[in-house]
């Protein structure tokens, strides 16, 4: 960690991954998961958009009083009445931060707020000169800024940097980006801004073509220090970039990503479940990191691999996401030698005679049965060693 960059992680499953249909939490439910995200080590908590409804408000604020371990944002548009409400919710945090947004590209300057560019520069540096009139720590993000022009997108950039804004976001609001176009999206930033060193470069994926961590991680590697993400990816439609995956790549390849993070990644699995226990929305299974089926080995060749030698077919230890340990599933796919490790730790010594008939049947019930239980394992091993002894 020593040599590399600090990346800063800026949590938004209570604010962005609440917007995903059928994901909302109360307000006990959202204090629980930011207690939970300044224990797995996330720098800020989006906890979510003031002036949305009243029930938004007093979760902000709530948490905004009763959280300590992390900066506390809120969502703000660029109009006074969002931010002077964002900061009544905010004013207690132990580290606020008002995070301001207002859309920069053609398409939504055309359809959505019939502005022009004069006017989108004029309209954010006011929203970022109100907002740090309240507080010092202020965010805006140029929303759909992947779909903007690159040279406005460095005007707006520098105005706002000028104006006030210590981290500047780029969002990929509809999940259009490649993970080479976001690099140099903020490599332009690096290079043509010239305040751009007053800031920290933020990026905000979306994953509408499953390419948020990877658009997440090449804004990185060409600059970016903040990553904002979500807990099992959670998001508007197909989500944000999942906060386990970019944290996991960046841990598991130190020889390539020039960043780390705080994260206690013990605590990501756990996090998830939580996560997905109060929202509802199911991990499926083969989830990278934290899904049930991520150390889970059913094939008899990586089985044997495995029993020689876990970085065989492991390139994570489960427990450092915090899974108790491998899960070599016995299936129609396993070979003898899982067979015999389960046998084992059931507590049967087979000697190989015994092994080969047993490992006969238990395909025979692999091929009907989908799971099979230490239960299932034990019966056949009884009836063999009943059967042998007879
Ligand atoms: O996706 C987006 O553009 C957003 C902004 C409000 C940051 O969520
Ligand atoms: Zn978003």
């Not at 929303?143 to 005007?155: G, K, N």
């Not at 976001?182 to 305040?195: E, F, T, Y």
Request: proline share 3%.
């Amino acid at each position: 960690m020593t040599d590399k960059r600090k990346i800063t992680i800026f949590d938004t499953t209570l604010r962005d991954g609440e917007q995903s249909p059928g994901c909302s939490m109360n307000l006990e439910e959202k204090l629980q998961v930011a207690q939970a995200l300044v224990e797995l080590g996330v720098d800020v908590i989006e906890a979510g958009f003031p002036i949305a409804s009243p029930g938004d408000f007093e979760a902000v604020r709530q948490v905004a009083t009763k959280i300590k371990g992390a900066t506390i944002c809120g969502l703000a548009r660029s109009h006074n009445d969002d931010i002077d409400r964002a900061w009544e919710a905010l004013q207690h945090a132990e580290d606020p931060r008002i995070h301001v947004f207002l859309a920069t590209s053609a398409i939504h300057r055309e359809f959505k707020l019939n502005m022009s560019e004069d006017e989108i520069i004029g309209r954010a540096v006011e929203g970022v000169e109100r907002a740090k009139g309240y507080c010092s720590n202020v965010e805006f993000s140029p929303e759909d800024a992947a779909r903007t022009e690159v040279d406005f997108l460095c005007h707006v950039i520098e105005a706002v940097i000028h104006a006030g804004a210590t981290t500047v976001n780029i969002p990929d609001t509809v999940g259009y980006a490649t993970p080479e176009q976001m690099g140099a999206v903020i490599k332009s930033l690096v290079d043509r801004v010239p305040n751009i060193d007053k800031a920290v470069i933020s990026v905000h994926c979306h994953n509408d073509l499953g390419l948020a961590v990877a658009n997440s991680l090449s804004a990185v590697q060409n600059g970016a220090g903040q990553i904002e993400c979500t807990i099992n990816g959670l998001g508007e439609r197909a989500g944000n970039c999942a906060l386990e995956e970019v944290v996991m790549a960046m841990r598991t390849r130190p020889d390539y990503y020039t960043g780390d993070t705080n994260i206690n990644t013990e605590r990501l699995v756990p996090t998830s479940r939580l996560v997905s226990e109060i929202t509802g929305m199911h991990v499926q299974r083969n989830k990278a990191i934290v899904g049930r089926n991520a150390f889970a080995h059913e094939a008899g060749i990586h089985q044997d691999g495995m029993l020689k030698h876990r970085t065989t077919y492991e390139i994570m230890r489960p427990q450092d996401v915090g899974f108790a340990a491998t899960d070599l599933v016995l299936g129609k796919h396993s070979g003898r030698a899982a067979l015999a490790d389960r046998a084992k730790q059931l507590g049967y010594e087979l000697n190989p005679e015994q092994l080969k008939s047993v490992f006969k049947e238990f395909k025979k019930l692999a091929d009907q049965k989908k799971d099979i239980s230490n239960e299932d394992i034990a019966s056949l091993i009884d009836k063999e060693l009943v059967g042998s002894a007879g």
